[in-house]
């Protein structure tokens, strides 16, 4: 037997389900149907994540242009002619480069700090901008969240409707068994009086009077 859950009224023919439906949704096909639909909502651009040079182009500080900035001079300190030598001597041949070519150390190292700044700033950019999105898209997943909890309500009640159906259809069908088998028996009782007597082992079932009759025409 089904659990009934879900109170319905069945009508004539048996039908169940509109009354389950209608006391689960109140909503109708049409009012559903006219619903507006949602104002579009603000589109949030993500983030596009740019090489170090374009950020160093772009940055609200312009950086000087320098012939020898500190990114020539961190190649300079890559190169291969200097691998293998040690800090100190490496340090002494950057700055005897560079005190050759008429760069300032102060300059430079100005140089490094506007960078990393761009650089900074380029990343509190990029993390607001993932924040916003982040915000955006998780409001956008409660309201996702929201219209399948409702639509999947809607579609539980229907297959619980289904189930209350076909639960009450059996209490019927049963409900007839029992007066089909009364109504077998009632009939059997009445044609027992039209024949003999049988004796009290015989059943009283239609068969055994079927006999007792077909034995006293012989």
Not at 36 to 42: G, Q
């Amino acid at each position: 037997m089904f659990k009934k859950v879900f109170k319905f009224s069945v009508n004539g023919n048996g039908s169940a389900h509109t009354d389950a439906i209608a006391t689960t949704n109140p909503e109708s096909a049409e009012s559903v149907a006219e619903r507006p639909e949602p104002a579009p909502r603000e589109t949030i651009v993500p983030p596009k994540w740019s090489d170090f040079e374009q950020i160093y182009q772009s940055a609200a500080v312009k950086l000087p242009r320098m012939a020898y900035g500190i990114l020539k001079v961190r190649e300079m300190a890559e190169s291969p002619h200097l691998a293998g030598m040690t800090p100190e001597a490496k340090r002494c041949a950057l700055l005897m480069a560079l005190e050759a070519a008429g760069v300032e150390i102060e300059d430079l190292l100005q140089d490094a700090i506007a960078r990393q700044r761009a650089l900074s700033d380029y990343e509190d950019g990029q993390q607001t901008r993932l924040g916003d999105l982040e915000a955006r898209k998780t409001e956008e997943n409660r309201a996702i969240q929201g219209e399948l909890d409702r639509i999947t309500a809607q579609y539980m009640a229907r297959i619980q409707a289904n189930l209350d159906e076909i639960a009450h259809q059996q209490d019927q069908f049963h409900a007839w068994q029992k007066r089909k088998q009364q109504e077998c028996q009632r009939m059997t009782d009445t044609a027992a009086l039209l024949v003999p007597p049988g004796s009290m082992t015989q059943n009283g079932t239609l068969t055994a009077v079927l006999e007792r009759a077909s034995a006293g025409r012989r």
